[in-house]
């Protein structure tokens, strides 16, 4: 009798045991790298993401985010997901690039934009084109996003393009065409990894960069690059992507949950990365940041000197089809919403 409890009792195990191994194995890992800071909005949307992408598969997949730029810069992170180390990423316009060049249409035209409606309307038309670009490429978006204007932080006061010139300028490394064009502008361009903002300000190495200032904030860059530009100079457009055998593996029906979740967080992350900006700048002019600000006069002379740069973007960093487009598109929005 007692024998055959035990062994009753052991197969109870070992079933339990088994049960959790297959739970285990049907369990689907997706890691997902990005440079937004640990605690920032960004990273809390995605957090969100996560927990409601548990919930829609009912436990079968773990979503593991990798913030800070731990797993390395953007092309870093897309090497990375080439070979299937990682399975998704959140990438701005510079790492969408290097999967999909036409992507660089939503950002690199620096003054080509007004205001975020013309963002918005160019994105809307331009996105579902370049969607189907990348998943010929082996990647699916899961959603669009940006984190408002891109301004210049600097070492030193900055008002004209001529200032900037005489200072070391960070650019995103992976671009030699971009490094290209801000040198023959008259630029001493550097490239180097975003993590390497901070500390090539602390060393000297770079004298200033264009970034969004809530990303500013969070990484302290305005302790060692007290001044900024109040120049809109391009919106930092960026997409969550993930790769396109990964997602099939996960069934449809899920998959429609997953992508509903995913758009939310989308809109979460642009909405707030829009308003915090504002807050953003605030909150560093408390703690010493000093502001340009625009003129009429000085905006003129930014917007001529960018118009001047866009023939060498023009197929080189932006495909001429894109580029096109981009600008016929902004044109068509002006042309319906005229200056008030």
């Keep these: 009798m007692r024998n055959r409890r035990f062994l009753s009792r052991l197969c109870v195990v070992l079933v339990a045991a088994l049960a959790l191994v297959t739970g285990a194995q049907a369990a689907q890992r997706i890691k997902l790298a990005t440079l937004a800071p640990t605690g920032s909005s960004f990273h809390k949307s995605l ?3 996560r927990e409601a992408w548990r919930k829609a598969s009912n436990g079968t997949l773990d979503l593991v985010i990798y913030p800070d730029g731990k797993l390395g810069g953007e092309s870093d992170t897309v090497s990375l997901m080439s070979v299937d180390a990682i399975q998704a990423a959140m990438l701005t316009a510079e790492g969408l690039s290097d999967i999909e060049p036409g992507v ?41 996003s940006d984190a408002g204007w891109v301004r210049f932080f600097s070492t030193k006061p900055v008002a004209s393009p001529d200032d900037l010139r005489k200072l070391k300028l960070f650019t995103w490394a992976g671009s030699a065409e ?16 975003t993590a390497d903002i901070l500390p090539g300000l602390q060393t000297g190495l770079i004298e200033a960069a264009p970034l969004p200032p809530v990303f500013a904030l969070a990484t302290q860059v305005d302790t060692r690059a007290p001044y900024m530009l109040e120049l809109n100079w391009a919106p930092l457009v960026g997409a969550c992507v993930i790769r396109k055998d990964t997602w099939e593996r996960i069934p449809a029906a899920t998959r429609a949950e997953l992508l509903k979740s995913a758009a939310l967080a989308g809109k979460e992350i642009k909405k707030n990365g829009r308003k915090e900006a504002d807050e953003a700048v605030a909150a560093m002019v408390k ?35 894109v580029f096109d487009e981009t600008l016929r598109l902004i044109h068509e929005y002006r042309s319906a919403h005229p200056a008030k």
Aim: charged share 25%; proline share 6%; aromatic share 10%.
């Design 47 to 49: 957090l969100a993401l």
């Design 178 to 193: 971009e490094v290209s064009i801000y040198r023959t502008a008259g630029f001493n361009a550097v490239p180097l990894e």
């Design 287 to 321: 703690r010493g940041l000093k502001v340009t600000h625009m003129t009429p006069e000085l905006e003129a002379e930014w917007r001529a000197a960018a118009e001047k740069a866009y023939p060498m973007i023009r197929d080189k960093v932006v495909p001429a089809d």
């Design 104 to 144: 660089a249409g939503l950002q690199s035209l620096p003054m080509g934009f007004h205001n975020f409606a013309e963002v918005d309307y160019v994105g809307e038309k331009l996105q579902p084109m370049l969607e189907q670009r990348m998943e010929k490429k082996g990647f699916v978006v899961l959603f669009w």
